[in-house]
């Protein structure tokens, strides 16, 4: 089988995932201790928004990862097991730096695009899960999980919390989404 390896499209420019995007929590890098359990550092930042609330892809890019991560629930119905709902990875390639960077988006009820999909600035990839269901991954709240990545990527999903215990990925590779937006639509800065 051969590999073709080729470098993602230059993205020029980048946006919110939601349209009047406004931070209801800032919790980037926060520390995750809630019903009883250390989830470790928040790696993304939460905003609270209804199901079916749709979302946009925040630049041109690939799509490197589309993936149902249910929610379980016992054949009584509660629930067993918290997830990542509907998630989807998009590689962009920084033009400045000439890195390569991820966009990620979790607890999604919809997702209307597959891994190997190109998407535009701009592009509807899916909506968002409604409470409790297998779709948002269990969680009460509904909500998009929305995170900036730049370290290595394995075709595996990423973490929403970095583990102590588990040593799942590095503080480094992830950047407060709101402050790396605004920064890479500034022509004089050199993002990483
Ligand atoms: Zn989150």
């Known amino acids: 089988m051969t590999q073709i390896i080729m ?3 230059t993205t020029p420019k980048l946006i919110f ?5 406004k931070k209801i929590q ?29 979302i946009f892809s925040i630049g041109r890019g690939t799509v490197v990862y589309s993936k149902l991560h249910p929610a379980e629930f016992s054949d009584q119905g509660e629930l067993t097991k918290k997830n ?8 962009h390639h920084n033009y400045k730096s000439k890195k390569t960077f991820y966009s990620l988006y979790g607890h999604l009820g919809k997702r209307y695009v597959k891994t190997g999909d190109l998407v535009e600035m701009g592009e509807l990839i899916g909506t968002i899960g409604k409470s409790l ?3 948002n991954g269990g969680w009460k709240s509904e909500h998009l999980h929305f995170a900036i990545y730049h370290g290595p990527f394995h075709g595996k999903v990423l973490p929403g919390y970095l583990s102590k215990e588990e040593e799942n990925t590095k503080m480094e590779y992830w950047s407060d989404p709101e402050t790396f937006i605004e920064q890479y639509n500034q022509p004089k800065n050199q993002n990483e």
Do not use: C, M
């Not at 995932?17 to 995007?21: A, G, I, M, W």
């Not at 990542?84 to 998009?90: D, K, R």
């Open 133 to 135: 269901s297998e779709s």
């Open 7 to 9: 470098p993602y499209r």
């Open 84 to 91: 990542w709902g509907g998630v989807v990875i998009i590689a």
């Open 26 to 54: 800032d919790d980037f890098r926060d520390l995750g201790f809630f019903q009883g359990k250390d989830w470790g550092v928040h790696l993304g930042i939460d905003i609270k928004l209804q199901a079916e609330t749709k």
């Open 17 to 21: 995932p939601v349209e009047n995007f």
